[in-house]
């Protein structure tokens, strides 16, 4: 493969980007700042589940692949012939080294230890010797594969509270991956419902239920019914704000609620939106999210 680099201001990133990928061959398109690595390096970023505030740096560097040298020439020579092409800054073209990309792919993930009896590891790896739980977990579309903070706090919630009987029902609200979901099953649940919007996230949650050869409800929200001795939700502050007058009303009489993909910042809000219903806490904070946690009150 050959990588053709192009110099181009941030509101061109998205045209050109689509151009290469969509007219001129290119099998991919990234995007980085052109200063980066120096004093003059740019942060680009929002707030988690919000659109980066702009498309691109000021002076970006967009890298572009393709299967042979003449392909990225040929790209080069057609952006420059455009009109705007004096505003394109064409680079070189140089030569990739082969990768066993599968191999790559999979070296970035790593089995997770949650607690040291409990570990979330992708199927190409084995488990460690110390592992009693583990979720065999791959990543895919669906969010949830153990390495993000929000998923191991709530992760480690279930493995340190689960009653010895286990919980009767369990409901995973917004389950992506239905890691939680499993992580309950494995831990005595013995009813788990897992409820998303996306129906990707379903189809995920009940591949990866039956890989870990435990039972789980799955489907869009309309399923939901009853009430739960453990409610689920790892989204983010907006949605559990909105969620907070059903999700309170899914939670039997001392029965628990934890909520994840909350920033430290945004406690207080979240507090607020749930007072009408039971009083939430942090329980936990790793890398700036938190946990919060709440029991509603015996009849």
Not at 5 to 33: C, K, N, T
Not at 78 to 105: F, Y
Not at 240 to 245: F, G, I, S
């Amino acid at each position: 493969m050959f990588e053709l680099q192009l110099r181009a201001p941030g509101e061109w990133v998205d045209p050109l980007s689509d151009a290469l990928i969509d007219e001129l061959g290119a099998l991919s398109a990234s995007v980085e700042d052109a200063h980066a690595n120096t004093e003059a390096e740019q942060a680009l970023f929002g707030e988690p589940g919000m659109p980066a505030p702009a498309p691109g740096w000021d002076n970006s560097l967009i890298k572009a692949l393709f299967n042979t040298h003449a392909l990225a020439q040929e790209a080069a020579e057609l952006i420059q012939a455009q009109a705007w092409g004096p505003l394109i800054q064409v680079g070189p073209i140089e030569p990739v080294p082969d990768h066993d990309w599968v191999e790559l792919t999979q070296s970035q993930f790593q089995p997770v230890a949650i607690t040291p009896d409990f570990w979330v590891v992708p199927s190409w790896h084995t488990p460690p010797s110390q592992a009693q739980r583990v979720i065999g977990l791959d990543p895919g579309l669906a969010f949830g594969t153990g390495t993000h903070p929000t998923t191991r706090m709530c992760l480690r919630w279930i493995a340190l509270n689960a009653p010895a009987t286990g919980w009767h029902r369990v409901l995973d609200y917004g389950c992506g991956s239905g890691i939680l979901a499993i992580g309950a099953a494995l831990h005595g649940a013995r009813e788990v419902v897992a409820v998303d919007i996306d129906s990707s996230a379903v189809q995920s949650t009940q591949a990866n239920a039956l890989a870990n050869g435990v039972p789980v409800q799955t489907g869009l929200p309309d399923i939901v019914a009853g009430q739960f001795d453990l409610v689920m939700a790892n989204i983010l502050a907006t949605p559990l704000k909105l969620l907070a007058p059903l999700l309170w009303s899914l939670v039997r009489p001392n029965g628990h609620l934890i909520l994840a993909g909350i920033l430290s910042r945004q406690a207080t809000e979240l507090q607020a939106a749930y007072a009408g219903g039971l009083h939430i806490t942090v329980s936990c904070e790793e890398e700036g999210w938190i946990l919060m946690t709440g029991q509603r009150a015996p009849l």
